[in-house]
């Protein structure tokens, strides 16, 4: 007899799915009755919100669902930040619970983990959650969720199973087939009028957002063929190579930048939500888009939020670009400002790079030593100073090498964790797997240090940066800013580097340019995650000595 619990691992094959990351515990051990036979790899985190953003950085190197398998109660409330930052990253995630029996459900009667309703509790983290209440329905919301994940806005889908279901006979679902769905299409009337306005427009220019970055290749083309310049969110870097001279980066919230975007006569958002965390990280408002606006998503209601279009499309962004490229082949473009396009691009990236100040200018040059070392690095970031600074002036060559939680939801703690899913994502679609480095702070790397121990465990050669500068800094600046006595931010700073070295990392710490280098080349040559450590004071000294 096959379970429920054991189909449903052999139908998550049947998706693609060739990673879980769970802790198992007595309400999921039927999960993993099937497992130990598939071809799915099982890694265990150290916390439960640690699994949530190992999918999350699985996700996003790879394209594909990251899946999980938690445990009722507290492991559902310790996965739900992580799917907070996934779903306000648009990041496609299965989590997959267990839950009291059906019987048993809501009762209040103070079963172990028991929660009186574990849909609602991650409903606003989740695209949906649906309680299986019998092994036939299985099939059928496995193809609910991979049919958002492929088709639509991708976020976290909640799916619990309740005891009795996980042990009820299955074996007539053994033989069910994965359903695959393709992504709308371009709608012709649509694409012909934003095709019109685009050839007419002296000053056009492009703002992409991470829902395009499959798209990359046709939209630096129709960049190319517009001669419009271009700015990415930061989920988006990559998709223009970084000396592309038509990128102007991720400076949407700089008045420079904005100066541009105001200039612009036909602007063209395509899969971005046009959100504070990319227009305006500093919270001060004013982006503002007086040119006709055409909008591409392809989730219907994120087309007319913050800002209306003129024109919207409900579309997949590769499908559409390349719409957009075959239509405007078929006619004449109006003539361009002749001051406009890469001219217009490359001052500003001229303005810009004036404006820097000592401690931007840095930073920069910290992330620039680690792109030299390892030119093919994905770096996975949290909310620390380099990360901010990277946002602003770090431009990887290709999509998905960088990425962080300083957007959407703002998690603390998530880049070590999500560090492991990325590497293990990495291999997914090539032979070899590309370096990963994890930025993180002192008290960042804090919330989720335990997880460098499954770094450990599941071999995964993650170098960790760790940015110290004894606390919370940004915070206190802030804080003074506003004119508030700094309180809480002077936070303990352990010994990082015993605490690694006890936990089985390499250890380091570097004061210097070649000292950083030195340390990159042996990691890069371990088997298993280093952490190298460098204090911000003595770095910055070294760079301006």
């Given at each position: 007899?096959?379970?429920?619990?054991?189909?449903?691992?052999?139908?998550?094959?049947?998706?693609?799915?060739?990673?879980?990351?769970?802790?198992?515990?007595?309400?999921?051990?039927?999960?993993y009755?099937?497992?130990?036979?598939?071809?799915?790899?099982?890694?265990t985190?150290?916390?439960?919100?640690?699994?949530?953003?190992?999918?999350?950085?699985?996700?996003?190197?790879?394209?594909?669902?990251?899946?999980c398998?938690?445990?009722?109660?507290?492991?559902?409330?310790?996965?739900?930040?992580a799917?907070?930052?996934a779903?306000?990253?648009?990041?496609?995630m299965?989590?997959?619970?267990?839950?009291?029996?059906?019987?048993?459900?809501g009762?209040g009667?103070?079963?172990?983990?028991?929660?009186?309703?574990?849909?609602?509790?991650?409903?606003?983290?989740?695209?949906?959650s649906?309680?299986?209440?019998?092994?036939?329905?299985?099939?059928?919301?496995?193809?609910?969720?991979?049919?958002?994940?492929?088709?639509?806005?991708?976020?976290?889908?909640?799916?619990?199973?309740?005891?009795?279901?996980?042990?009820?006979?299955?074996?007539?679902?053994?033989?069910?087939?994965?359903?695959?769905?393709?992504?709308a299409?371009?709608?012709?009337?649509?694409?012909?009028?934003?095709?019109?306005?685009?050839?007419?427009?002296?000053?056009?220019?492009?703002l992409?957002g991470?829902?395009?970055?499959?798209?990359?290749?046709?939209?630096?083309?129709?960049?190319?063929?517009?001669?419009?310049?271009?700015?990415?969110?930061?989920?988006?870097?990559?998709?223009l190579?970084?000396?592309?001279?038509?990128l102007?980066?991720?400076?949407?919230?700089?008045?420079?930048?904005?100066?541009?975007?105001?200039?612009?006569?036909?602007?063209?958002?395509?899969?971005?939500?046009?959100?504070?965390?990319?227009?305006?990280?500093?919270?001060?408002?004013?982006?503002?888009?007086?040119?006709?606006?055409?909008?591409?998503?392809?989730?219907?209601?994120?087309?007319v939020r913050?800002?209306?279009?003129?024109?919207?499309?409900?579309?997949?962004a590769?499908?559409?670009?390349?719409?957009?490229?075959?239509?405007?082949?078929?006619?004449?473009?109006?003539?361009?400002?002749?001051?406009w396009?890469?001219?217009?691009?490359?001052?500003?990236?001229?303005?810009?790079?004036?404006?820097?100040?000592?401690?931007?200018?840095?930073?920069?040059r910290?992330?620039?030593?680690?792109?030299?070392?390892?030119?093919?690095?994905?770096?996975?970031?949290?909310?620390?100073?380099?990360?901010?600074?990277?946002?602003?002036?770090?431009?990887?060559?290709r999509?998905?090498?960088?990425?962080?939680?300083?957007?959407?939801?703002?998690?603390?703690?998530?880049?070590?964790?999500?560090?492991?899913?990325?590497?293990?994502?990495?291999?997914?679609?090539?032979?070899?797997?590309?370096?990963?480095?994890?930025?993180?702070?002192?008290?960042?790397?804090?919330?989720?240090?335990?997880?460098?121990?499954c770094a450990?465990?599941?071999?995964?050669?993650?170098?960790?940066?760790?940015?110290?500068?004894?606390?919370?800094?940004?915070?206190?600046?802030?804080?003074?800013?506003?004119?508030?006595?700094?309180?809480?931010?002077?936070?303990?700073?352990?010994?990082?580097?015993?605490?690694?070295?006890?936990?089985?990392?390499?250890?380091?710490?570097?004061?210097?340019?070649?000292?950083?280098?030195?340390?990159l080349?042996?990691?890069?040559?371990?088997?298993g995650?280093?952490?190298?450590e460098?204090?911000?004071?003595?770095?910055?000294?070294?760079?301006?000595?």
């Amino acid at each position: 007899m096959a379970t429920c619990g054991e189909v449903l691992v052999k139908l998550l094959e049947g998706y693609g799915v060739e990673q879980v990351f769970g802790i198992p515990g007595v309400h999921t051990v039927e999960l993993y009755r099937g497992l130990a036979r598939s071809s799915i790899r099982h890694v265990t985190p150290r916390h439960e919100q640690g699994a949530g953003f190992m999918a999350d950085g699985y996700a996003r190197t790879s394209g594909k669902p990251g899946v999980c398998f938690i445990i009722t109660g507290p492991g559902m409330t310790n996965i739900t930040t992580a799917m907070g930052q996934a779903y306000a990253d648009s990041i496609p995630m299965l989590v997959i619970s267990s839950v009291q029996s059906r019987s048993q459900l809501g009762g209040g009667r103070g079963k172990l983990h028991e929660l009186p309703n574990q849909g609602a509790l991650v409903g606003g983290v989740a695209a949906f959650s649906h309680t299986l209440m019998s092994a036939a329905q299985l099939p059928g919301v496995l193809a609910r969720a991979f049919a958002l994940f492929q088709a639509g806005r991708p976020r976290p889908v909640h799916i619990e199973i309740p005891l009795d279901v996980l042990v009820e006979e299955a074996d007539d679902l053994l033989d069910s087939e994965p359903v695959n769905i393709a992504r709308a299409g371009a709608e012709p009337a649509a694409i012909a009028r934003m095709s019109q306005l685009l050839a007419g427009a002296r000053r056009p220019l492009i703002l992409a957002g991470g829902g395009a970055i499959d798209a990359a290749a046709s939209l630096t083309r129709l960049a190319e063929v517009l001669n419009a310049p271009v700015a990415l969110t930061i989920n988006a870097k990559g998709m223009l190579a970084s000396r592309h001279p038509l990128l102007i980066g991720s400076t949407q919230s700089l008045l420079a930048t904005r100066a541009l975007v105001a200039d612009a006569d036909v602007v063209l958002a395509i899969g971005t939500e046009l959100a504070e965390t990319d227009y305006d990280v500093t919270f001060a408002g004013g982006f503002e888009i007086p040119g006709a606006l055409l909008r591409i998503d392809i989730d219907p209601d994120q087309t007319v939020r913050n800002y209306p279009p003129k024109v919207a499309l409900v579309a997949d962004a590769r499908t559409a670009t390349e719409a957009l490229l075959a239509e405007l082949g078929e006619q004449p473009l109006g003539e361009r400002d002749s001051a406009w396009g890469a001219a217009r691009a490359g001052a500003l990236r001229n303005e810009l790079a004036q404006q820097w100040d000592a401690p931007t200018r840095a930073q920069t040059r910290f992330l620039e030593t680690v792109l030299q070392e390892l030119p093919e690095i994905v770096i996975v970031g949290d909310s620390t100073q380099p990360v901010y600074t990277g946002n602003l002036t770090f431009n990887p060559e290709r999509p998905r090498r960088w990425f962080n939680s300083s957007t959407g939801y703002g998690t603390l703690g998530y880049a070590l964790p999500a560090a492991i899913g990325a590497w293990l994502g990495s291999a997914s679609e090539r032979n070899a797997r590309a370096p990963v480095a994890c930025l993180i702070g002192d008290g960042g790397l804090q919330f989720t240090l335990a997880e460098l121990a499954c770094a450990v465990e599941a071999r995964t050669p993650i170098i960790v940066l760790l940015w110290n500068n004894q606390g919370y800094e940004e915070i206190k600046k802030y804080m003074v800013n506003r004119d508030i006595e700094p309180v809480g931010v002077d936070i303990y700073t352990p010994d990082f580097i015993g605490v690694a070295k006890a936990l089985g990392c390499a250890a380091e710490a570097i004061d210097s340019v070649d000292g950083l280098r030195d340390a990159l080349r042996a990691a890069s040559d371990r088997q298993g995650p280093t952490l190298i450590e460098i204090d911000q004071a003595g770095w910055m000294q070294a760079v301006q000595a």
